[in-house]
Structure formats: structure tokens, C-alpha cells
């Protein structure tokens, strides 16, 4: 195993202008990190879509990173979906992370629409008839909260598989333990593809807890403890933040973890002190990285 891991950054479009134009500052300082690809995700229903793809645009144009664009197929037709994804083929998007979605708005319990693709799966088996995309599908260390049970969540996942994806990224967990129980189900469950850990810096304590009360996450007693009373305090929440990362992942890297992917939340400070931490400070990190180490987003569910 490499010393180095291979690194991966996830963002999200911003609302407004001034949230474009800091974005674009976090990317011209995460880029010389040379990681193997950043993800663009959109919103529940597909909203924001259309600054995702100006996003997702731009990266192709100025070869700074690669971009994997995000993909859903709530409120979509199967028809609607496959020339979106004829589009970016041609537009040079070679990466897609294809994802169920959340409904619009997250009201409701996700209803396939009556003429698309009916979960993440078929979108799979879609998207490889269309193009040669690499696909990157989301995995839930935790089971997705729509998901009855971990053994039918695990079950969805191979059919993922089963119909074309080249490699899975987790939702963001917050304990290593977690992401290895999960790493021994799938593989008694005869899944051998790489499954990538998501790893989410706290930025934010508190918006991490609605973040993981949303996504099903647990959140151990020791790490509220760690970051009680911060939130308040940037500069040593930072500090505690990129430490508990870099233990985080070096705890992984010791189980033979060697690709992370990172939730920057459209920032780069905790992200390159992570990268720089781990050794993955771009001379090495990304540059001859194989490419099927490509979830689920942060925003923007899927199963």
C-alpha cells in the first residue's frame, strides 16, 4: 500500500455570486493538491443543476481538475436523463456519479417517476449503455434511511455493481469502526469493487450534527464531547477539526484505506491541512492515481 492516499474533493454549486466567486477561490488553492477528481453535486429534484454543469464546464475548460458531474434520476424521464448524459459526453464529461435523488424540495418519500429510470441501479445499467462513463455510486456504512435493513441496503449496492459501476463512495461516518464493519458486510456480501470512504471535516460542529441527523450518521459521544463549546471559536475548532481528520484517517489508512473523499463544504483550509497531514500535498497525490478510485454527496441524497 501506498504512504500516500489518493485524494478526491466533493463541492456544491453556491446560491449566490459571492458564494460562486469564493468557491472558485477554495479550487485555485485545492488544485495544486492534483487531486484524481472533484465531484459537483446539485440539489434535491435536480435543482441547481444548471449552475452544477457551468460549474462542471468550466473545470473541463481550464484543465486544472477533473470533474465528475453528479447525475439523478427523480422527476426525470428515462429520456430526459439519457440526452442530459449524451450532453456531458459530448461537453468531454467522462466521470458521472449517478444517484438515486431526493425529491424536490425533500418533501415526501422518493417516488420514481412513472417513465425514468426507477433507483440508482437502473440509472447504472442506463448510463454504460449510453457512454463509457466511469460511474461512482454512493454507499451508506450506516444504511440509507429509506432503506429497511443494512442486509437490503447492501443488496442495492450490488445491484449497483452488478449493473456497471466501477466504484462506490461512502456517506461521510464519523468513526472508523463504522466504515469497517460496513468494509466486512459488503464483502461477505461478495463485493469486491473499491468502496472509497467519505471523510467530512467539521467545519461546523452543529450544522455537521443536522447533517448526520438527516443522513441517518451516528455521532460518538467522545467526538460531541471533543467539539462542544467551539463553534464559537474558529481558530482552535480548526485546529481540533484537521487533528481529528488526520487521526480519522490515518486509523483507515492502517486497515489498508489508501483513497479518501473529501467533503470540502466548499472550503480549502481543513481540506489541505487534511491532504498535507496525510502526505497528498499534490507532488504525489492524484498524478498517477488509478482512475476507479471516483456519493454520495453531502447534499443531494440517493440510494
Known amino acids: 500500500m501506498s504512504t500516500v492516499p489518493t ?3 466533493e463541492i456544491f454549486p453556491p446560491k449566490s455570486e459571492k458564494g460562486e466567486a469564493s468557491l472558485w477561490q477554495a479550487l485555485d488553492r485545492l488544485a495544486p ?14 435543482t441547481s443543476r444548471d449552475t452544477s454543469e457551468k460549474i462542471v464546464r468550466r473545470l473541463l475548460n481550464d484543465g486544472t481538475m477533473v470533474p465528475a458531474a453528479h447525475l439523478t434520476c427523480v422527476a426525470a424521464s428515462r429520456a430526459d436523463t439519457d440526452r442530459l448524459a449524451s450532453r456531458w459526453w459530448e ?20 417516488r420514481p417517476h412513472a417513465e425514468g429510470y426507477l433507483n440508482a441501479a437502473d440509472l447504472v445499467g442506463g448510463l454504460k449503455r ?4 466511469h460511474v461512482a455510486v454512493a454507499a451508506y456504512p450506516e444504511k440509507h434511511p429509506d432503506s429497511p435493513t443494512v442486509e437490503a441496503d ?3 449496492l450490488k445491484r449497483k455493481f452488478d449493473n456497471g459501476a466501477d ?13 469497517l464493519r460496513f468494509r466486512d458486510r459488503i464483502a461477505a456480501a461478495g463485493i469486491s469493487a473499491p468502496v472509497i470512504p467519505g471523510i467530512l471535516p467539521i467545519s461546523n460542529f452543529a450544522r455537521a450534527r443536522d447533517f448526520a441527523g438527516r443522513c441517518g ?9 471533543r467539539f462542544e463549546g467551539l463553534d464559537g471559536d474558529s481558530s482552535v475548532r480548526d485546529m481540533v477539526a484537521t487533528a481529528t481528520a488526520v487521526e480519522f484517517c490515518q486509523a483507515l489508512m492502517e486497515e489498508g484505506v489508501d483513497a479518501f473523499h473529501v467533503y470540502t463544504m466548499n472550503r480549502a483550509p481543513l481540506s489541505i491541512a487534511l491532504c498535507r497531514a496525510l502526505g497528498a500535498n499534490g507532488a504525489t497525490a492524484g498524478a498517477s492515481a488509478d482512475p476507479s478510485p471516483l456519493p454520495r454527496a453531502a447534499a443531494g441524497g440517493a440510494a
Open 167 to 179: 466504484v462506490a463512495i461512502t456517506q461521510f461516518f464519523f468513526d472508523p469502526a463504522c466504515y
Open 33 to 46: 493538491l492534483n487531486p484524481a477528481y472533484v465531484s459537483v453535486t446539485y440539489g434535491a429534484g435536480g
Open 154 to 156: 447492501i443488496d442495492n
Open 91 to 110: 461537453m468531454g464529461v467522462r466521470r458521472i456519479v449517478a444517484l438515486r435523488g431526493d425529491m424536490p424540495n425533500m418533501e415526501g418519500t422518493y
Open 217 to 225: 450518521a451516528s455521532i460518538p459521544t467522545w467526538l460531541a464531547e
Open 130 to 133: 449510453n457512454a463509457d462513463f
Open 7 to 9: 485524494i478526491s474533493f
